[in-house]
């Protein structure tokens, strides 16, 4: 399977690059020095959601898909709690042309300006990423940047 690779800054976090269709896993170090082996695991779907699985010491502690850890998800780690969240990161446009905001009057005529800049924005913003933590007891956070090309 596939592994994304790290940054190399000494506590930045791990970034895994998604694939399309298939499996990919990233290594993270925990927040203890335990020496506990971690990662997360992606497999995007095509068309499909998302699946998000996180391991620690090659056991998987908990799996779900992209809409479940939006809010978080928990499992067990040696019968300790462990919760994955994977928050979106979104990108909008930096600018709105004035063709594009006299486009959304269409949509909706007895809209403001500012309205209609609004709307332009939140049509075309889409989701580029996920900022995932896994937290628990027992030394077993760890975090990674989900991106998506």
Same mark, same amino acid.
């Given at each position: 399977?596939?592994?994304?690779?790290?940054?190399?800054?000494?506590?930045?976090?791990? !970034?895994?690059?998604?694939?399309?269709?298939?499996?990919?896993?990233?290594?993270?170090?925990?927040?203890?020095?335990?020496?506990?082996?971690?990662?997360?695991?992606?497999?995007?779907?095509?068309?499909?959601?998302?699946?998000?699985?996180?391991? !620690?010491?090659?056991?998987?502690?908990? $799996?779900?898909?992209?809409?479940?850890?939006?809010?978080?998800?928990?499992?067990?780690?040696?019968?300790?709690?462990?919760?994955?969240?994977?928050?979106?990161?979104?990108?909008?446009?930096?600018?709105?042309?004035?063709? $594009? !905001?006299?486009?959304?009057?269409?949509?909706?005529?007895?809209?403001?300006?500012?309205?209609?800049?609004?709307?332009?924005?939140?049509?075309?913003?889409?989701?580029?990423? $996920?900022?995932?933590?896994?937290?628990?007891?027992?030394?077993?956070?760890?975090?990674?940047?989900? $991106?998506?090309?």
């Amino acid at each position: 399977m596939p592994q994304a690779k790290a940054d190399t800054a000494k506590d930045a976090v791990p !970034i895994l690059t998604a694939v399309s269709g298939k499996r990919v896993c990233q290594a993270a170090q925990p927040a203890s020095s335990s020496g506990k082996a971690a990662q997360l695991c992606v497999t995007t779907g095509s068309f499909a959601h998302d699946v998000y699985e996180a391991s !620690i010491d090659g056991k998987t502690v908990v $799996r779900g898909i992209d809409d479940e850890t939006t809010q978080g998800i928990s499992g067990t780690y040696n019968g300790a709690p462990v919760t994955l969240k994977c928050e979106p990161v979104l990108q909008g446009p930096e600018t709105v042309s004035e063709e $594009r !905001i006299a486009a959304m009057k269409t949509v909706a005529p007895n809209a403001s300006h500012d309205q209609l800049k609004q709307m332009a924005i939140n049509l075309d913003t889409v989701e580029v990423g $996920r900022h995932c933590v896994v937290s628990g007891d027992a030394g077993t956070s760890f975090a990674v940047e989900v $991106r998506f090309p």
